[in-house]
């Protein structure tokens, strides 16, 4: 059984960093992208960012262009979101998630319903 889980999050005032680790185990994540998503209070889950299985493709949201950075070394490692100049909006729980892509090592699925595999979530709060 495949499991995600998400640390690193907690609280941070506006302007400050943090970063966040995804660790999978339960198999072997090649021709697996993996995606940040994050719900804010009282809204829906959305995209944050996404890599692709090799690494060498990248997506962002345009609110957290130049801010944050998605990372892997490999298809085995720990995937990161680097958050720098966290504004208050940036609150909300973070969710890694992974998307089979046999095939795509090029590809970044952008919608939550292609992600197969999900984390619990961490909290990020950002105060003013």
């Known amino acids: 059984q495949v499991q995600l889980v998400e640390s690193g999050g907690g609280l941070v005032q506006a302007g400050g960093s943090l970063r966040l680790s995804c660790a999978a185990s339960g198999r072997t994540f090649s021709n697996v992208a993996m995606g940040w998503f994050r719900q804010p209070p009282g809204k829906e889950r959305e995209f944050v960012a996404g890599?692709?299985?090799?690494?060498?493709?990248?997506f962002y949201r345009d609110s957290v262009k130049g801010r944050f950075t998605i990372s892997r070394d490999n298809a085995k490692s720990p995937v990161y979101l680097q958050m720098n100049s966290l504004k208050p909006e940036d609150t909300a729980v973070y969710f890694c998630?992974?998307?089979?892509?046999?095939?795509?090592?090029?590809?970044?699925?952008?919608?939550?319903?292609?992600?197969?595999?999900w984390g619990l979530g961490t909290q990020v709060t950002v105060s003013s």
């Open positions: 998630a992974g998307a089979a892509v046999p095939g795509y090592s090029w590809k970044v699925p952008l919608s939550r319903t292609e992600y197969d595999y």
């Open positions: 890599i692709s299985w090799s690494g060498g493709n990248t």
